[in-house]
């Protein structure tokens, strides 16, 4: 259990074993061994190198250099042929993957002439508003006949349409602030407006664990940044009293503005920020917040307002709200919300606003849809019915893992769910057998996570059934025990598992 100031006690990080650990280590030094020898027998031409280089360059400096890093070239590269599997129609509660096959080590791809129908574990569509049925589906399409599929301009030229500003006052009034901002792409909501609102002579304080987005945001700031371990609230207020007392080094200048940078659910760890803590210490030494809810809009809270809603904390009290309509919405892009005057500011020197083609309205007219799903003003309870789906199947699939005898990181009510692999070698073996037996999972290794806490990372959904659960839970139960990867401390005693045949050729788990 973690031990952080103010962390939820539903939130479990068990340490991993050290048995596990040593033998981890000992895996990738084999794996190095291997690799080095691999390389010397590339460099001597007995084995076909998969390398890419630049020919016909005389005298120029190579403007690429085809794997350069050791390990992406011999051991992250052994399980690409797992991840990113071309998909066949809609990413629901279902999904059917096109299998695919390599004939140079993995740079490129063929597709193969078969599927396989799979129950989908590893997208974001938290409430399942990614689907093509429903009452929604209809005024999408109608909003494409009246404004087309694309912009083909940025907002400060002539891609501001009605639809957008409607989306912007809806948002507002959903997260109960005074304005919002929205942009075409998620990402760039970060990377392009955090260098609005900082700059040299700021402070960045950032969690060790933040998205990339919200790590290259930082960087183009162009700020000083400080980094304090995951959801310790010791090691932050740590952090904001040493900035107040030495300020700008070496002149000891005050600092123009400090910003601290969190998620609300953290997407490797399923972890909840702990917002109240936060919010206290932001308070305290006047510094601003900047909340990321890419993983908790939609998600969390009993009206799926997020981290806020979640914690019963006035949206007011965080400066800057930002989230995406990747997960939860069904849509794509990104919004920054709070104050009237911060977001006309936003508006005003914003990159993305400037520079980027805005959003396609038809993408706008499914975040409004579900937006007014969400309120009640649309489909009478079927909002609430999702929001409250989800919080009970997330429970519900946690508790479960946990009960089989896995390490499982994270809080109780976030729908990430990460189950500790461990071992390099056993995660591509994961994944295959899930698919094998009717499950698509997403499996994630280094550098994405530490070296050795591999993991498979499970998404919950709304529009996922307790059959599709307990069907998932029997598959990960055989594999667990096939593969020796019940590490917890509460794990039960290795038994050969009776492995249900029906599992196989279902409707949903047919392979």
């Given at each position: 259990m973690a031990d952080n100031l103010g962390v939820d006690p539903c939130e479990e990080f068990e340490e991993t074993p050290l048995i596990?650990?040593?033998f981890c280590y000992i895996s990738y030094m084999i794996l190095g061994i291997f690799g080095h020898l691999r390389d010397f027998l590339r460099e001597t031409g007995i084995e076909k190198s998969p390398r890419t280089v630049?020919?016909?360059?005389?005298?120029?400096?190579p403007l690429y250099r085809g794997y350069e890093n050791f390990f992406n070239r011999n051991i992250y590269r052994r399980i690409r042929d797992i991840c990113c599997q071309p998909v066949i129609g809609v990413p629901g509660a279902t999904i059917d993957l096109l299998d695919r096959a390599s004939d140079d080590y993995n740079q490129?791809?063929?597709?193969?002439?078969r599927s396989a129908h799979c129950i989908n574990m590893g997208s974001y569509n938290y409430l399942g508003f990614a689907e093509i049925t429903g009452p929604r589906v209809g005024r999408v399409h109608d909003c494409i006949s009246k404004?087309?599929?694309s912009v083909g301009t940025t907002?400060?030229?002539y891609g501001t349409m009605d639809i957008h500003n409607e989306l912007e006052k809806l948002m507002a009034e959903f997260l109960g602030v005074e304005d919002s901002v929205v942009f075409g792409m998620g990402f760039a909501t970060n990377t392009t407006n955090i260098p609005t609102l900082a700059g040299k002579g700021c402070l960045l304080i950032s969690d060790k664990l933040n998205h990339v987005s919200l790590i290259l945001g930082c960087k183009l700031a162009g700020s000083t940044k400080k980094v304090f371990k995951h959801n310790d609230m010791r090691d932050l207020e740590q952090k904001l009293v040493e900035a107040l007392a030495d300020g700008q080094l070496p002149t000891h200048k005050p600092w123009e503005k400090i910003i601290i940078l969190v998620e609300g659910v953290y997407s490797m760890e399923g972890s909840i920020v702990n917002l109240p803590e936060v919010v206290r210490l932001k308070k305290k030494y006047k510094a601003y917040l900047y909340v990321d809810?890419?993983?908790?809009?939609?998600?969390?809270?009993?009206?799926?307002?997020?981290?806020?809603?979640?914690f019963g904390i006035q949206a007011s009290e965080i400066d800057l709200l930002m989230g995406t309509f990747t997960k939860s919405y069904g849509s794509a892009g990104g919004y920054v919300a709070g104050k009237k005057e911060l977001i006309n500011h936003i508006r005003v020197n914003s990159h993305s606003f400037a520079y980027a083609s805005s959003m396609a309205a038809p993408l706008a007219q499914q975040i409004i849809l579900v937006l007014r799903t969400l309120m009640g003003q649309d489909s009478g309870s079927e909002g609430k019915d999702r929001i409250a789906r989800l919080a009970q199947n997330s429970k519900y699939f946690r508790q479960k893992l946990k009960q089989m005898g896995f390490i499982v990181y994270g809080n109780n009510d976030s729908p990430v769910v990460p189950l500790l692999i461990f071992h390099p070698g056993k995660i591509r073996e994961f994944a295959l057998l899930a698919k094998k037996l009717g499950l698509a999972v997403i499996v994630v290794g280094f550098p994405a996570t530490?070296?050795?806490?591999?993991?498979?990372?499970?998404?919950?959904?709304?529009?996922?059934t307790k059959e599709m659960l307990d069907k998932t839970l029997e598959v990960i139960d055989y594999i667990g025990d096939k593969l020796w990867l019940k590490y917890s401390r509460e794990a039960r005693k290795p038994k050969r598992h009776k492995f249900s045949k029906n599992l196989i050729n279902t409707d949903l788990g047919r392979t």
């Open positions: 596990v650990a040593i630049e020919r016909n360059r005389k005298g120029y400096v490129t791809f063929r597709v193969l002439d404004y087309g599929s907002r400060h030229e809810e890419a993983h908790s809009i939609g998600a969390l809270g009993k009206s799926g307002r997020g981290v806020c809603d979640h530490p070296l050795v806490e591999v993991r498979v990372r499970f998404c919950l959904s709304a529009s996922h």
